[in-house]
Nanobody, 124 residues
Framework: QVQLVETGGGLVQAGGSLRLSCAAS????????RGWFRQAPGKEREFVAS????????RYADSVKGRFTISRDNGKNTVSLQMNSMKPGGTAVYYC?????????????????WGPGTQVTVSS
C-alpha cells in the first residue's frame, strides 16, 4: 500500500519562499509520475506541477510557471516543490500525488495515490 505524506507547509509572506516535500512509503515510486495539486477554500482542486518518473520532464500550471520548481529524488522516494515569489492567491492545502506511468497529466482523477495535504498560507 502506497502512503504519501507532505511536509513543509506553513505561513509565508507574499514574495517569500517555501519548500514542500512528499515522502512515499510502501513501495518505490521510481516508475511513477508524481504531482502536486492545491485546493483553496471553496474551490476545486487544481493542478500545480508534475514530473516524470526519471525527472526529465516537468509540467507546470501557468499560474506558477517560473516561480515553482518540482523535483524528485528516487533514491529517497521523495518529491519536492520549491515555491518562490509566493502570492496571496497561493493560500491552499497542497497535496502530493502519484500515478503509475510516464505521463505527467494535469487531471487529479488520473492520480491514484494522494497524501493528506499540508496547509500553505500566504499573507499579504
Amino acid at each position: 500500500q502506497v502512503q504519501l505524506v507532505e511536509t513543509g507547509g506553513g505561513l509565508v509572506q507574499a514574495g517569500g519562499s517555501l519548500r514542500l516535500s512528499c515522502a512515499a512509503s510502501g513501495r518505490s515510486l521510481s516508475t511513477y509520475a508524481r504531482g502536486w495539486f492545491r485546493q483553496a477554500p471553496g474551490k476545486e482542486r487544481e493542478f500545480v506541477a508534475s514530473i516524470s518518473p526519471a525527472g526529465g520532464f516537468t509540467r507546470y500550471a501557468d499560474s506558477v510557471k517560473g516561480r515553482f520548481t518540482i523535483s524528485r529524488d528516487n533514491g529517497k522516494n521523495t518529491v519536492s516543490l520549491q515555491m518562490n515569489s509566493m502570492k496571496p492567491g497561493g493560500t491552499a492545502v497542497y497535496y502530493c500525488a502519484a500515478r503509475s506511468g510516464e505521463s505527467v497529466l494535469v487531471s487529479a482523477s488520473e492520480y491514484a495515490y494522494w497524501g493528506p495535504g499540508t496547509q500553505v498560507t500566504v499573507s499579504s
